[in-house]
């Protein structure tokens, strides 16, 4: 695969720094924005391996935290979902202006409360082309769902019902393009063999079937 771009990357947001790994493969036409969900980070290791199965079919990723180390000390900011929310716009309109990014699609990837966040994102953003959520908890952004225009693919293992329950019901909000996607005997972490690269294919297969044509 050739590359781009791949680097370590330092984001400004409203005063502080975030930092975050960005690699853009050299034919690339979007880039996907993972946000990750409470007490995660750039270095999820569920968030990694879905990010490489979208690099080898040819996406670029930017994988950051949303919280400064000091803030994660706070329990109470991992589900501060306006505060993440923010966050992710900012790393948005830094990812835009950046020159390696330019004329690039952008997506989101959101995994359990990032979810919540990606989508209220997504709400406010109308350049964002897809969202997938990965054992999300899209029922803490409930009342901006009906405002997401992005198509949507929610995934949720069948044995994490709980979280599938609320997932049907923010399925039920949202008025766009979508789809809820659930991953037989696959519980809320998918740690069951062969459960997260499913994730992985049908995270690429969204993102491939929604991404704007090129314009000639």
């Not at 180390?69 to 993440?84: G, M, S, T, V």
Request: with cysteine; glycine share 6%.
């Amino acid at each position: 695969m050739e590359i781009k771009y791949q680097n370590e990357v330092s984001i400004p947001a409203n005063g502080i720094r975030l930092k975050g790994e960005l690699f853009i493969p050299q034919n690339a036409r979007a880039i996907i924005i993972f946000s990750h969900g409470s007490g995660s980070s750039r270095f999820s290791k569920r968030n990694q391996h879905v990010a490489k199965y979208l690099q080898e079919n040819g996406f670029g990723t930017l994988l950051f935290d949303l919280l400064t180390p000091e803030e994660d000390q706070n329990y109470y900011n991992r589900f501060a979902i306006d505060l993440l929310k923010r966050r992710l716009e900012a790393a948005t309109v830094w990812l835009e202006m950046l020159p390696a990014a330019k004329n690039l699609n952008i997506g989101y990837f959101g995994a359990s409360t990032g979810a919540a966040s990606a989508l209220k994102a997504a709400a406010t953003l109308p350049e964002i082309f897809a969202v997938v959520c990965r054992g999300g908890r899209p029922d803490l952004a409930m009342e901006d769902l009906p405002s997401v225009q992005a198509p949507t693919l929610l995934i949720v293992g069948s044995l994490d019902t709980q979280v599938l329950e609320l997932n049907r019901s923010a399925y039920e909000e949202l008025d766009c393009e979508k789809k809820l996607e659930i991953v037989e005997d696959a519980t809320h972490l998918f740690e069951e063999p062969g459960k997260l690269e499913k994730v992985g294919e049908l995270a690429a297969d969204w993102f491939k079937n929604h991404i704007p044509a090129i314009m000639v």
